[in-house]
C-alpha cells in the first residue's frame, strides 16, 4: 500500500468529517441545527479554491489552484512606514468608525486610480469603498438579481462571483470565450433570445480568471453598443485590469460607457496586499446609494485603517510605482509556465496565453475529468482548479486552472512537469 495513503487528505476529506462529526453528535445527544437554515443557504457553495486550500495546508503540495499573489510584490516597507505615519499623525480618525461608503481621503485617491484604467469624470459619489471586490460581487447580485432572472457569464467565469450569484437563483445564459474575450455573437443572439428580458451580464474582459484572455478596444465598444441594443447591464470585474504585462491593458469598459450602463469593481489585493480587504465600485449615484443602504445592513463599512494607508500608498505612489516590478514578476512567471506546458503537457492538450493577470486555462483531452484527476495529481503533490466549477452549468470538465503567480519558478516547473505526466500516463 501506497505508504502516504492513510495520512493524505483527498477531496472526500470534507464529506468525511462532515458524517462522523453527525454520528458523534447524535452519540452525545447534541441537536441536529441543519433543519433550522434557510432556504438561501441551501442553495449555498463551498468555494472548492477554499476546500483545496485547507487540503493542501501545512503539506508538501506544489499549489497552482489559489490565487495568491507573489508575496514579493508586496511594498513592505512603504506599508510600515505609512502606518507609522498614520498612527503619528492621524490615529483618531483611522482608528475610528468613518462613513459607509469608504473614507472621503481614499475616495479622493480612488478617482485618480481610476483614472489609471481610464475612467474619468466621476466624483466621489460615483464611488463605494467595499471589503474586498468578493463584497461589492455579493452584494450587487443581492442589489441586481430577483430569482429567475436572466443573467449572462462567461463561459469560464470566477467561481466566487458565480457563487455568491447562486443564491439569487438566476437563469445563467452562458457566453463562450474566445481568444478575443467573450462570444459577442453569442451574446447578441443570448440577449435577443430573451427579447429584452436580459438584465445583466458579468463580464471580466481583461485578463480573464480564469480563461486568460483579455477583450480588445473594438470588442468591448461592440459589447457597450449590445448591451445598449438590447438594455442590460454590464457588471464589469477589473481586478486584473492593472495586471496586464504584455503591451498596454485596453482602457476599461466603464472608461468607454456614455450611458451609465456600466458597474464597474476593481481591487487592491492584487496591487498591493490582499490582506487589506479593499475593494471599490464606480458606478452612478443611484446605484451607490442603495449599495450604502445594503452595506449598514452588513458591517456598516469597510475598516477605516486600510482605507488610510490605502489612500496614502496611492497618494505617495507608492502603488502606481510598484506596477512595473508586480507586471515584471508575472509576466516572467507566466512565461516559465508557458515553457513548462509546452516541455511536459501532451499534445492534445491546449491552454491560453495570458497577457496578464496570475492564470493559465488549460483544456486536456475529452477523455479525461479534471476532476476525477485532481485526488490522484494530490497524491503527487500538485494541486489545481478543475475547470468544471468555473461553468455555470458545471462543464468544461476536461478543463483547468493553473496559478502562476504565487509559486516560486522552480516549483512552477515542477509541478508542471508532474501534472503533465500524470496526464500522459492517463491518456
Ligand atoms: C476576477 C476576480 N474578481 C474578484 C476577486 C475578489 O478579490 P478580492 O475580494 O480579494 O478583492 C478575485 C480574486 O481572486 C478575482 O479573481
Redesign the pocket.
Known sequence: MCPFRSSLPTVRTSAFIDISYKITKKVIGFMELERFFSEQVKAMRSSEIRDLLKITEGREVISLAG?LPDPSTFPREDIKKIAEDIMDKNWERALQYTATGGVEEFKKQLISLSSLRGISKIREENLFV????????YMLANLLIDPGDQVAVEMP??L??LNAMRLRKPNFLGVELTEEGANLDQLEERAKKTRGKLKLFYT?PTA??PGGVTMGLEGRKRLLEIASDYDFLVVE?D??GFLVFDGDAPPSLKALDTEGRVIY??????ILA?GF???WVVAEPEVISKLEMMKQNVDLHTPSFTQYIAAEAIRRGVIQSNFPKVRAIYKRKRDVMLDSLEAHFPKSASWSRPKG???VFAKVSEKLDTGILLEEALRKGVAYVPGASFYHDFSGRNTMRLNFSFPPEEKLREGIRILGDLLKEKL
Open positions: 490565487g467595499t471589503v474586498g471586490s468578493q463584497e461589492a460581487l467565469t470566477y466566487a462571483a471580466i480573464q480568471n470585474d481586478a486584473y469593481t476593481s481591487t487592491f489585493s492584487k490582499p480587504r479593499l475593494g493577470g496570475m492564470f
